[in-house]
C-alpha cells in the first residue's frame, strides 16, 4: 500500500472599491512551502508552535517555491493582518483576512500565511497577477488548505 499526502491550497482575493463594490476578484493555487509542511507535521506531534494567525501581502513577483520561508517584498504599511477567522472543517482548513482602507496599499502581486504578527513560520506562499489596491479600497483575501 502506497499513500501519498499532500497539501494544496487556493486562495480567492476580492478588492472593493471605497462603497463596497466590487472592481476585481481573482482565485489562484498557492504553494505549502517547507516550513509549513513542518509546521503541520509538528502540531500533529503536539509542539507548541503557535497556530496561524496572521496574512501578508507583498510586491515581488518571484515564483514561490519550497524553500521559501517569507514574503519577498513583504513589508507594507499594514500589510501583515490578523485573521479574521482561521477554521477547519474535515480535511480543510479556511483562512480569511480583511485588508481595510489604507492597509497593504499598492501593486500587490504575493501573500502568505504566518504563525505571528511578524516574522514567524510560514504555511504557504503564493503569487498573482497585480491587484492594484488604491488607498481608499478594501480587500479581503480567503485562503483555503486541503490536506488529501
Given at each position: 500500500?502506497?499513500?501519498?499526502?499532500k497539501a494544496?491550497?487556493?486562495?480567492?482575493?476580492?478588492?472593493?472599491?471605497?462603497?463596497?463594490?466590487?472592481?476585481?476578484?481573482?482565485?489562484?493555487?498557492?504553494?505549502?512551502?517547507?516550513?509549513?509542511?513542518?509546521?503541520?507535521?509538528?502540531?500533529?506531534?503536539?509542539?507548541?508552535?503557535?497556530?496561524?494567525?496572521?496574512?501578508?501581502?507583498?510586491?515581488?513577483?518571484?515564483?514561490?517555491?519550497?524553500?521559501?520561508?517569507?514574503?519577498?517584498?513583504?513589508?507594507?504599511?499594514?500589510?501583515?493582518?490578523?485573521?479574521?477567522?482561521?477554521?477547519?472543517?474535515?480535511?480543510?482548513?479556511?483562512?480569511?483576512a480583511?485588508?481595510?482602507?489604507?492597509?497593504?496599499?499598492?501593486?500587490?502581486?504575493?501573500?502568505?500565511?504566518?504563525?505571528?504578527?511578524?516574522s514567524?513560520?510560514?504555511?504557504?506562499?503564493?503569487?498573482?497577477?497585480?491587484?492594484?489596491?488604491?488607498?481608499?479600497?478594501?480587500?479581503?483575501?480567503?485562503?483555503?488548505?486541503?490536506?488529501?
Amino acid at each position: 500500500m502506497q499513500e501519498n499526502i499532500k497539501a494544496t491550497g487556493k486562495l480567492n482575493i476580492v478588492l472593493r472599491d471605497e462603497n463596497g463594490n466590487i472592481k476585481e476578484e481573482h482565485t489562484h493555487d498557492n504553494l505549502v512551502v517547507t516550513t509549513g509542511l513542518q509546521h503541520i507535521a509538528s502540531r500533529m506531534a503536539g509542539t507548541s508552535q503557535g497556530v496561524m494567525s496572521h496574512m501578508e501581502v507583498g510586491t515581488d513577483n518571484t515564483a514561490a517555491s519550497a524553500g521559501q520561508t517569507g514574503l519577498i517584498a513583504g513589508g507594507l504599511t499594514a500589510g501583515r493582518q490578523g485573521l479574521d477567522s482561521y477554521t477547519a472543517s474535515g480535511a480543510t482548513v479556511t483562512a480569511v483576512a480583511t485588508f481595510a482602507a489604507g492597509e497593504g496599499t499598492g501593486a500587490l502581486t504575493e501573500a502568505g500565511i504566518f504563525n505571528a504578527s511578524s516574522s514567524g513560520t510560514m504555511l504557504c506562499r503564493t503569487v498573482f497577477p497585480v491587484v492594484n489596491k488604491g488607498s481608499s479600497d478594501s480587500m479581503s483575501i480567503t485562503w483555503t488548505i486541503t490536506i488529501s
